[in-house]
C-alpha cells in the first residue's frame, strides 16, 4: 500500500487543538458537506485550487507569460484569471516569485507522507501527540486513509482522525477502525436543519456515531457553536438528549470564527453566510449547560 497515493491540501506541525498532545495534522482534499461557516473552503473541493492573494501581487508579469491556455490577461494594472479558460495546471504559480498564486491540493504516496510524518516522533514521545487526519472529509479518500491509519500503526504513531461522520457505514467502520481516537463533528440534530445548512442529511451521521461507540472508539464529540444556526435552546437540548443516551462523555464546543472570509476571496468564489462569533458569556453558559448534564466539556480548540 506504500504507493497508495492522496490529496492533501496542508500539512501543519506543531498542532494543539485537533487531539492530545502536539500533532501533525494531514489535510486530505474534499468533503461531502458544504457547511454554510465552513472555515476551511479550500478543503471541499477533491481537485486542485487556485488561490490569489492581490495584495502579495507585484505585478511582474511573469503569470501572464508563464500562462499557456491565455488564462491571465491585465486589466488595468494587474493580471486576472479567466476562470473558463484556466485548466489548473500550476503554470502561474510555478513562476509567482512574491507567492500571490498558489496552487491548492497535491498528490503524495503512503510512503512519502509516512516519511515526512515520523520525522515528528520525538514530539509525539514527549507529548503524547501524534498525527490528525483531518480535511475536508478524510474519509472521502477512504484507501488513502486506511493505508495511511495502518502505517501509522505498524510505526507506533498514534493516530487521530477528524471526521464529519459523513461516509458509508461500511466504510465508516473499516476505516475509522484503524484509528485510536475519533474527532466527531455535530452539528445540528434536526434533519431537515441539518440538510438546509450543510447539503445533506444527518441520519447517517449519527448512525456512525453510535457505531463508533458501539465499537468501543475512543470518541471526543466537537460542536462548532454558529449563531442563529444550531445554538438555540432546541437543538442544544436536543444534542445533549442524543449525546447522553449514545454514552458520549467528551465533549468540545468549537466558537465560530471568521478566518475562513479571507480564503474565499483567494478563492475567487462566493463567500459563507454572514455569522457574528459567539460571545464568550455565550460559550461559558453553554458549557455549563453540557457539564451540568456530566460531560466533560472543553471549549475552544
Known amino acids: 500500500m506504500s504507493n497508495t497515493t492522496g490529496t492533501l491540501f496542508n500539512l501543519m506541525r506543531f498542532a494543539v487543538n485537533d487531539g492530545p498532545g502536539i500533532r501533525t495534522t494531514v489535510f486530505l482534499k474534499g468533503c461531502p458537506l458544504r457547511c454554510s461557516w465552513c472555515h476551511n473552503p479550500e478543503g471541499q473541493s ?40 484556466c485548466q489548473l495546471c500550476g503554470a502561474c504559480c510555478a513562476v509567482c516569485v512574491s507567492e500571490a498564486r498558489r496552487q491548492i491540493g497535491y498528490q503524495t504516496t503512503v510512503a512519502d507522507l509516512v516519511k515526512e510524518i515520523v520525522r515528528d516522533r520525538i514530539v509525539f514521545e514527549e507529548s ?43 466504510t465508516f467502520s473499516r476505516v475509522c477502525g484503524l484509528a485510536d481516537l475519533l474527532l466527531f463533528d455535530l452539528k445540528l440534530m434536526d434533519e431537515e436543519r441539518h440538510r438546509q445548512c450543510t447539503g445533506s442529511g444527518n441520519t447517517m451521521i449519527l448512525e456512525n456515531l453510535r457505531c463508533a461507540l458501539a465499537m468501543g472508539k475512543a470518541v471526543i464529540v466537537r ?55 459567539p460571545p464568550e458569556e455565550q460559550m461559558a453558559g453553554l458549557g455549563g449547560q453540557f457539564a451540568a448534564r456530566g460531560f466533560l466539556v472543553r471549549i475552544g480548540g
Open 46 to 85: 477533491p481537485k486542485p485550487q487556485l488561490m490569489f492573494a492581490p495584495e502579495r501581487c507585484i505585478c511582474c508579469g511573469e503569470c501572464v507569460r508563464a500562462c499557456p491556455h491565455q488564462a491571465l490577461h491585465w486589466v488595468g494594472e494587474g493580471p486576472v484569471r479567466a476562470a473558463e479558460r
Open 128 to 170: 503524547g501527540g501524534g498525527v490528525t487526519f483531518s480535511g475536508g472529509e478524510p474519509l472521502l479518500q477512504p484507501g488513502f486513509l486506511s493505508a495511511m491509519l495502518a502505517a501509522c500503526r505498524l510505526e507506533g504513531i498514534r493516530s487521530a482522525v477528524d471526521t464529519c461522520g459523513y461516509a458509508r457505514p461500511e
Open 223 to 277: 460542536i462548532p457553536v454558529i449563531p442563529g444556526v444550531n445554538d438555540d435552546p432546541e437543538n442544544i437540548g436536543a444534542t445533549m438528549n442524543f449525546l447522553e443516551a449514545a454514552g458520549v462523555r467528551n465533549v468540545v464546543l468549537l466558537p465560530y470564527h471568521e478566518t475562513g472570509k479571507e480564503k474565499y476571496r483567494r478563492l475567487e468564489s462566493a463567500g459563507p453566510m454572514k455569522f457574528t462569533p
